[in-house]
């Protein structure tokens, strides 16, 4: 009975050859986007006006605005989100955490918004996200 190999040495080759190749891509990925989030900054407006800017790229914090102690904010892994609030829908908290260029969050009651820009001044992200 003549037994047919399942893998031919050629057959190794390759797929060594194209899980090296799937190692260098995940490896050159994870380097680009440990970048990603370098230059982009939150800017908080109080009735239209720009009252701050948080830089995103530091470290996890929880703070409240001067002007407003009833709103706090929460930073965390490159995002923001407001985590407390006295309007009374809550829907800047269900809103969560952004951290794309262009994402935007808003305490209507309160007159507050967070955008999330490049520290550059560039649009920098996606035209459009489709989720």
Do not use: W
Not at 74 to 86: G, T
Request: net charge neutral.
């Amino acid at each position: 009975m003549n037994m047919r190999k399942l893998f031919g040495r050629r057959d190794l080759l390759l797929f060594a050859v194209l899980i090296i190749i799937a190692i260098i891509i995940a490896i050159i990925y994870y380097m680009i986007a440990g970048h990603a989030y370098d230059g982009v900054v939150c800017e908080i407006s109080v009735d239209g006006k720009v009252v701050q800017t948080v830089d995103l790229s530091e470290p996890d914090c929880e703070f409240t605005l001067p002007q407003n102690k009833n709103i706090r904010f929460s930073v965390k892994n490159h995002a923001i989100a407001f985590i407390a609030s006295d309007c009374p829908d809550k829907i800047c908290i269900r809103t969560g955490y952004i951290n794309q260029v262009g994402q935007t969050a808003a305490c209507l009651p309160n007159r507050v918004i967070i955008r999330i820009a490049a520290a550059n001044g560039e649009s920098g992200g996606a035209d459009i996200v489709v989720r």
